[in-house]
T-cell receptor
């Protein structure tokens, strides 16, 4: 079983829509969860980081961790064409930084 | 600060050739990582290092080797290149909770 799994998409939404991106993870001991954004032909960049469970908000972005179901989510409000990118969830455990397969998001003007 | 610098940016290798992908950082981070990213896929961890002199295998280490003699440098060695190693390779450092990535090396094995 993969340590973190993510629906690859692609996901296409109209501008202004609320976007929900999701991952599941295998080990209930994981504590550190991250979301990265990757534009085409670039390296990933950190969007959000959460420790343990609960929500964290930063502008239009909200990261949520549900430890009971081993589910992590990223919500994007009022999505913009500039949000079009690949979004990768990641966990950090035992010195390793492990990524999901990424979800490609397209926000149509 | 240059951050994380990877060289070369592009390379074409013939089957059976060897090469070293260079990664250098100037942020004094202890944790460093090598990933490969196949088209339309996520990042797969090849090797990682928690400090100079310490390295360990990730998810997909076969066909690769690393060394970490200094904090700054973390080269990735490909021996006997195979078409399955055609990919984009990213080096990253980790500062607490944030990873910093290089611009990647696009490798094609023909």
């Amino acid at each position: 079983q993969k340590e973190v799994e993510q629906d690859p998409g692609p996901l296409s939404v109209p501008e202004g829509a609320i976007v929900s991106l999701n991952c599941t993870y295998s080990n209930s001991a994981f504590q550190y969860f991250m979301w990265y954004r990757q534009y085409s032909r670039k390296g990933p960049e950190l969007l959000m980081y959460t420790y343990s469970s609960g929500n964290k908000e930063d502008g239009r972005f909200t990261a949520q961790v549900d430890k009971s179901s081993k589910y992590i989510s990223l919500f994007i409000r009022d999505s913009q064409p500039s949000d079009s990118a690949t979004y990768l969830c990641a966990i950090w455990s035992s010195y390793k930084l492990i990524f999901g397969s990424g979800t490609r998001l397209l926000v149509r003007p | 600060n240059a951050g994380v610098t990877q060289t070369p940016k592009f390379r074409i290798l013939k089957i059976g050739q060897s090469m070293t992908l260079q990664c250098a950082q100037d942020m004094n981070h202890n944790y460093m990582y090598w990933y490969r990213q196949d088209p339309g896929m996520g990042l797969k961890l090849i090797y990682y290092s928690v400090g100079a002199g310490i390295t360990d295998k990730g998810e997909v280490p076969n066909g690769y080797n690393v060394s970490r003699s200094t904090t700054e440098d973390f080269p990735l060695r490909l021996e006997l290149a195979a078409p399955s190693q055609t990919s984009v390779y990213f080096c990253a450092t980790l500062d607490g909770t944030e990873a910093f990535f290089g611009q990647g090396t696009r490798l094609t094995v023909v």
